[in-house]
């Protein structure tokens, strides 16, 4: 009977052995909230409950005893499952087993429903202690709950058993007892004791085998503690497996039930249940204990209910009980047996297929035959081979000449010379032989000595492990192949190292010699040592007479001694040492001075010494080579102080280690400080945030005159980023006593701060002198801090002061010609206008940009055209060299015009000109003692300056006079005429006058 159930949580596993886990059958279990997927633990403990009362059966010692207990396999698996508080399900299924059998008498009997009631809680008292007591113990054992092992099973067979045998007997016992013998103790307590292992056999085994590793399905999600890695391994996988499973269980069903079926009175013999018990060994060998539980599982169930259905009939029910236990007893021996020799087998084919050399096996076919390849039979290939080999096992099973064509076709000789080897001793053989290449890799037919690459050719080596037989004949071999290219690339490698080792130590400019520790003789020795000592070196000369031998001598002439020489202080001491007085007397009469040292060298990593390397040079030249650094550094530090630039070399933490004489007078507080001068004591080095701050007596100004903060210092910049001060001019002042008053006002009187320091700046201006400072590492590093800073001070105060006159110099003619009422513009050579004055601008109107300044075509349309080419030809005669004057006219920026009356004046630029000067050969021969005479002036005009005056007024003036006087000339004329002509009327009238007769006699007739 089958019941639909639900998941819950999963318990904790067990701890320890024989311990249980949480066990949910008798302890109810938490469901998720609002989870309705989940049955509630009342559910799954009313659905077990009613289970195990359905298929319990109902027994007391003196009574007709059951064929068999399920309830007994069903128990033992939940108690499995859940722990021994799952026993407590078996006991409460009892009393609903005899309200069962009340509701139903007809499958009890006429017994009392009391006394039944109490017959029946004895019994489930009796079986779930007896259940709870056979799994303890069990467990205590050692058995694994999914019987995986033999040991396990062997266990399942005989504890379980043992137990319900004693509870056997403990449950007869007293009812026997208390009936006065009313029944057979033995038979009734076997009875029950084979009733009880026909339930644990039958129902046990398969469902811990098949549930119990993978117990994730349905309402348990559980997996045991301590359950084993090969679980999975015994449930068939292959949907042919489970046919042959279903065959195998139907085929022992049918024959146990013939079996029955054929004979009630006497069930058959002996003899035929064997078949059944060969089919039940044939499921385990085949199939495992999955297959051999499920066939023993069905063939018992089926033949237990068709012998409950003849058990009247049937006279002897012990005898078939007695072989279905068998059955189930051998099913789980062999099945577990057969398993675990195929788990062993799988976990050796993975240690196997883990090692990463090829396992194989040959078997010799026939004798060995000198100049014949071997008639063997290669029966076994580890999988490495794919890659050792690049060739699968199944591909070089068979014939031997398989494995021969994988070998390279010049070394299968090799192998078979091997094999060869083989039948003449007792002792392995080894070999090495390269791979055939794959296709693709073989050399070109046109160059077949041409060996393939080193990452194309790859090398075996092959152990070969005789077998003999009695007679000591070979019959085949074991061997081993691993894949040595590697090794033999690393032993390709350290013949090349050891030749580039001999042929540098051969080659070195230094004598080397190695003398081995052992004998005190030498080892190795160059032909520079030999060169050196002027003589081959002796391999018996011990160490007590290397003295002798090579002719060592101290500068005054006496021997070496032996114990003094480097060579051997690192024998003796393990130390290294070096001497630089010995004098080697070579044969042919030369002495030379040598250098030596000797260093013990540890081969072995022992923590002892093997050799001593003792090396040799040639004092001579280091002693020229000293001197000439003496030389040179004397040749620097007099070019050094010989400079006029101060230097200043400062560490990292400003401390002045070097400087020149040009330093010590520019900074007077470095004088006498000389080499570790801290750099407190360096001017510069404001150590307080005072721009004022006294520093030996010196203040640090920037160019603007201002006080130099003390982080903005050229030194304290090197030294804190690293980064190169190039060209910082500042001005070095010394500070009088006036100061240190005016420094104490200013800490009295923070208010007047900027009077006192604006005194401060106008106190030292007279005596300012100006450096021009350039600062750089020493010796950078990349993301470190400098070594030091090195400090050149070069003294520009004459520069300065030269600027400065420039400087004022150029105000004052540039207020001169801002100043200036007279209009000035400048011309290049190109008649370009590079420069007009602010008159210029107020007269004309006109900016430099608007006058054409890169055009001269833009300017020249401003001029009159009848006056321009005058104009043109004085700048052009200026341009020659030659002053002029032009008067012209020109229209203004308001559409005016004005007169301009023009001075012009060539530009000049000086230039030095050497002439006639001649080296008198190349190189850094001085000139001719008469270089004055030969240098003259060069003036050569740049430009035109024009003075422009305006005339405009003058000339309009002028004109107004010329006008006027015009008009005087005009009246005089005028006036003239009209005298003239008045004088002329006068005479006309005289004469016409004296020309009238009438006009006369009136005239002198009248009164």
Known sequence: MTVQREPVPAPPAPTAAGSTPHAPGATPIANAPGSPSRWPAWRLLAL????????????????????????????????AWFGQRAALLILLAAPFAAVRAALWPSLQGTEHWAELLGKTVCEGAFQAAMLAAAWWAYRRAGGQPDLHDPRSAVLFLLVPGTVAAGFAVLRTLPVWLATAFGFSLPRVAGAWWVSQELGIMALAPPLLVLATGNLELGIWHWKKAGSSSNAKLQIPKAKGDWVEVAGLALGTTLLSVLI????PQEPGGWQLWGAPLLMVVWAGMRQGLAGATLTTAAGTVVSL?????????????????????AQCGTAVLVAASASWVRHSELRYR??????????????????LRPGLPPKAEVLFVSPPSVDVLSCPPEALLGDYTRWLQRVHADDREVLLAAVAQLGRQNQPVVCEYRLAPRPGEEPPPSDPARSPGPGKQRWLRDTLVPHLDADSRLTGWEGIVSDITEQRVLADDLRRTTSMFHALVANMPAGVFFVSAKSGRPILVNQRARQLLGQREDFSASLEHLSTVYRLHRPDGSLYPVEDLPVCQALRGGIV????????????????????????????HSGRTDAVVWVLEDLTALRQAEAARYETEGRLRTVIESLAEGLLVQDRHGAVVDCNTAALTLLPGVRGQGSGVREEDVPGSLLTPDPCSLTSGILWLREDGSPLPPEEHPIRRVLRTGIPTRNVVLGITPISDRIFEIADLKTAHPDSSSNLQSEIVNMQSTRVRWVLVNSLPLAPRPGSSPAGVVTTLADITDHIHAQQLLRASEERYRGLM???PLMVVQFDRELRITFLNPATQATTGYTLEEGGGCAPVTWQQLAHPEDLPAFLDALHDALGGKSGRSEGRYRAKDGQEHFAYCLLQPLWDFRLQISDCRLEERGNRPLSSNLQSEISTLQSPVGVTVLILDMTRERRLEMELQRAQRLELVGRLSSGIAHDFNNLLTVLLGMSELANPSRSTGLSSGP
């Open 48 to 79: 077990t409950v009613l289970l195990l009362a359905l298929i319990h059966p109902l027994s007391w010692p003196g009574g007709p005893d059951p064929l068999w207990f399920p309830s007994a396999g069903l128990g033992l698996v939940l108690i």
């Open 260 to 263: 029955i079926v054929r004979n």
């Open 305 to 325: 209910e068709v012998l409950a259905r003849l058990q009247p009939a049937l006279s002897l029910p012990l005898l078939v009980q007695g072989n279905l236990l």
């Open 350 to 367: 993975q240690v196997v297929g883990q090692i990463p050399v090829v396992l194989y096996s040959t078997r010799l076919l026939a004798p």
């Open 577 to 604: 040492s070096m001497r630089d007085d010995i004098v080697v007397h070579r044969p042919d009469g030369r002495r030379i001075p040598l250098i030596t040292w000797a260093a013990p060298l540890e081969l072995s």
């Open 818 to 820: 801002d100043s200036l």
